[in-house]
């Protein structure tokens, strides 16, 4: 039996990247650089990653897709993308935040960082037992600090996460916010009677 094929991608923040892995190797990995337009970019990136490597669709065995934190609408593309394609496939689809895929490789007293708006920072420092969090930037901290590679590292690092979590119990993708909601809930009010 061969090892896995696995295609990873990622659109949370301004790119479209993608990876394709088998075993150990990434065969080939693509970005574009973009602040709009990935849910037109990413199935015909996907599609050429595929094809240049001489693959179909039907040849994968997951899916590993970039789950945040990020943009809003980019992680929303992603993560649709990666359940639409683990449906139509019948193969498994792995959420892996840009947090572990910046981690990937690097050791685990390191604290990674991701840049969000408005001057701050969405920071993941395990050692300090906290869950993800958002705080002004910048962070500081006696351990390595970690920024995001660049979209095509962190896209195959989304591949090889997903590579080493294939075969356990995986929920499906789900985005990763750490923000709360800008916009408060609508509180419950008795119906007016008129």
Same mark, same amino acid.
Request: hydrophobic share 40%.
């Given at each position: 039996m061969s090892d896995p094929l696995i295609l990873a991608f990622d659109t949370s923040a301004a790119h479209c990247a993608a990876a394709l892995l088998r075993g150990d190797e990434i065969l080939a990995?693509?970005?574009? !650089?973009?602040? @709009?337009?990935?849910? !037109? !970019?990413?199935?015909?990136? *996907? $599609?050429?990653?595929? +094809?240049d490597q001489g693959h179909f669709w039907n040849d994968l065995s997951a899916i590993g897709v970039g789950i945040g934190?990020?943009?809003? +609408?980019?992680? @929303?593309?992603s993560v649709s993308a990666a359940r639409g394609l683990s449906l139509a496939l019948n193969i498994p689809a792995i959420g892996v935040s840009t947090f572990d895929a910046t981690r990937?490789?690097?050791s685990s007293n390191c604290v990674a960082t991701?840049?969000?708006p408005r001057d701050h920072i969405y920071v993941l420092d395990q050692a300090s037992g906290k869950a993800?969090?958002? +705080?002004? /930037?910048?962070? +500081?901290? $006696?351990? $390595?600090?970690?920024s995001p590679p660049t979209g095509d590292i *962190?896209? =195959?690092?989304?591949a090889r996460c997903a590579s /080493? @979590? *294939?075969?356990?119990?995986?929920?499906?993708?789900?985005?990763?916010?750490? @923000? =709360?909601?800008d916009a408060a809930p609508a509180r419950d009010q008795p119906p007016k009677i008129l």
């Open positions: 990995s693509k970005v574009v !650089e973009m602040s @709009r337009g990935q849910a !037109e !970019e990413l199935m015909p990136l *996907l $599609e050429t990653l595929l +094809t934190p990020g943009n809003f +609408t980019g992680i @929303r593309i990937w490789g690097h991701v840049p969000a993800p969090h958002l +705080t002004p /930037a910048p962070y +500081t901290s $006696e351990r $390595e600090i970690l *962190l896209a =195959s690092n989304i /080493a @979590r *294939l075969g356990a119990d995986n929920p499906r993708p789900a985005p990763l916010y750490i @923000r =709360s909601a």
